[in-house]
């Protein structure tokens, strides 16, 4: 999952029919002080990422205590998350100069993770409201800072970073990420299956296949 967060003073959407013109079928949302959020999920998302993401955005210390230091969560304030599915957070622009979105989540299944995830954030106390999967919306906000923060859980899960190139999952650091081969981070797991169908996080920083 890849989430963008944004400390907000205020933020709104609303959903634009096929005529251009707001859709009567969907009541326009508002928050005051909180989170914005973009969701972006992918097909290997799911209830691990979802507690992950949920506990690590429920606890930022992102918003200003009585000295001005950014010490308070937004269950500290009383806050709220305006939630928005995007999918364009997964666009992959190596290649030409039209986005490609092979790595977003099919459908079916980012929406019911989406839902799943606003679900597993409303059990901490913290009210949410949402956009409208799959539909066109306009998104207003004012980024109070500016503060925005992006997170994603196949970099930043402990456990969570493999070769985004091979999708092989290593046991451990491979050599390989440092001279930039993906081929051969495939092969060195065929060689060892043991290697292979797990997860590292390298450090201190990311395999160079993923810059």
């Given at each position: 999952?890849?989430?963008?967060?944004?400390?907000?003073?205020?933020?709104?959407?609303?959903?634009?029919?096929?005529?251009?013109?707001?859709?009567?079928?969907?009541?326009?949302?508002?928050?005051?002080?909180?989170?914005?959020?973009?969701?972006?999920?992918?097909?290997e998302d799911g209830d691990q990422?979802?507690?992950?993401?949920?506990?690590?955005?429920?606890?930022?210390?992102?918003?200003?205590?009585?000295?001005?230091?950014?010490?308070?969560?937004?269950?500290?304030?009383?806050?709220?998350?305006?939630?928005?599915?995007?999918?364009?957070?997964?666009?992959?622009?190596?290649?030409?100069?039209?986005?490609?979105?092979?790595?977003?989540?099919?459908?079916?299944?980012?929406?019911?993770?989406?839902?799943?995830?606003?679900?597993?954030?409303?059990?901490?106390?913290?009210?949410?409201?949402?956009?409208?999967?799959?539909?066109?919306?306009?998104?207003?906000?004012?980024?109070?800072?500016?503060?925005?923060?992006?997170?994603?859980?196949?970099?930043?899960?402990?456990?969570?970073?493999?070769?985004?190139?091979?999708?092989?999952?290593?046991?451990?650091?491979?050599?390989?990420?440092?001279?930039?081969?993906?081929?051969?981070?495939?092969?060195?797991?065929?060689?060892?299956?043991?290697?292979?169908?797990?997860?590292?996080?390298?450090?201190?920083?990311?395999?160079?296949?993923?810059?």
């Amino acid at each position: 999952m890849r989430v963008v967060v944004q400390r907000v003073s205020e933020a709104s959407v609303d959903v634009i029919n096929e005529l251009g013109t707001l859709d009567p079928t969907f009541e326009p949302q508002q928050i005051g002080p909180g989170f914005m959020i973009l969701v972006g999920v992918t097909d290997e998302d799911g209830d691990q990422q979802i507690a992950w993401l949920t506990h690590k955005i429920l606890n930022l210390r992102v918003f200003e205590d009585e000295q001005g230091k950014m010490n308070r969560s937004i269950q500290d304030i009383g806050g709220e998350i305006l939630s928005i599915s995007q999918f364009t957070l997964f666009a992959d622009v190596r290649k030409g100069n039209r986005p490609s979105f092979i790595k977003a989540g099919k459908p079916e299944h980012a929406d019911i993770t989406w839902i799943k995830f606003n679900e597993a954030l409303r059990s901490g106390g913290v009210p949410v409201k949402e956009g409208r999967f799959g539909a066109h919306m306009r998104v207003g906000l004012v980024n109070d800072g500016p503060v925005t923060i992006i997170i994603d859980t196949e970099i930043d899960m402990p456990g969570g970073v493999h070769c985004a190139k091979c999708q092989v999952r290593m046991q451990k650091p491979c050599t390989n990420h440092e001279r930039d081969s993906y081929r051969a981070c495939r092969l060195s797991a065929e060689a060892n299956p043991a290697n292979a169908g797990q997860i590292i996080r390298p450090r201190p920083e990311r395999p160079s296949c993923l810059r």
